[in-house]
């Protein structure tokens, strides 16, 4: 019994920590969710604000949405939070150079440039995001996603893999 006890404090703690993720689930992440009762091979295709899309976890959850100046919708899970922020005034993730691992590289996701930047914070927390201009096919708002997740839970492919399921016009 002090086992089982455990495990739900751990699911706990990691259900504040941070977001998702796309494709095999690892091992640690595939038993936080069934010691919480989710099933992990269940993934969904959701639609943000009828313009946008992202396949994330069914076990994820998700949570209000608070804009005052943007569109917002956010997602938690054991070991994951994903932020997805439109309009004009985003994160254009250019002052992140300083961080632990900084990585940064530019990529096409779902037809649109993307500048996706990674690095660790302090605690250990992983960050994956990414950064649409919006200077595309004329739109004015601009686009970031930030995956904040637990390395110890999830592994960074799987955080890319949430990244690049995106997709524009609702499709």
Avoid at 5 to 19: E, F, H, K, Q, S
Avoid at 64 to 79: I, N, R, Y
Avoid at 116 to 144: K, M, N, P, Q, Y
Wanted: glycine residues 12%; hydrophobic residues 45%; aromatic residues 6%.
């Amino acid at each position: 019994m002090p086992w089982r006890a455990a495990g739900l404090i751990i699911v706990l703690t990691l259900g504040v920590l941070d977001l998702g993720q796309i494709g095999p689930p690892t091992v640690a992440l595939e038993a936080a969710y069934r010691r919480s009762g989710a099933v992990m091979s269940e993934w969904e295709q959701v639609t943000l604000n009828g313009e946008l899309t992202l396949t994330v976890p069914t076990a994820v959850s998700r949570g209000p949405e608070q804009g005052v100046d943007t569109k917002v919708a956010t997602w938690s899970g054991a070991g994951i939070n994903i932020l997805v922020d439109q309009g004009p005034f985003v994160d254009p993730l250019v002052s992140y150079r300083d961080r632990v691992a900084y990585q940064s590289l530019q990529e096409t996701i779902g037809g649109r440039v993307a500048r996706i930047v990674s690095f660790v914070e302090g605690d250990g927390t992983r960050i994956v995001a990414a950064h649409f201009s919006g200077s595309e096919a004329g739109s004015r708002d601009r686009l970031t996603v930030v995956i904040r997740s637990d390395p110890a839970v999830l592994t960074e492919e799987v955080v890319f893999k949430i990244i690049r399921s995106l997709r524009f016009g609702g499709r």
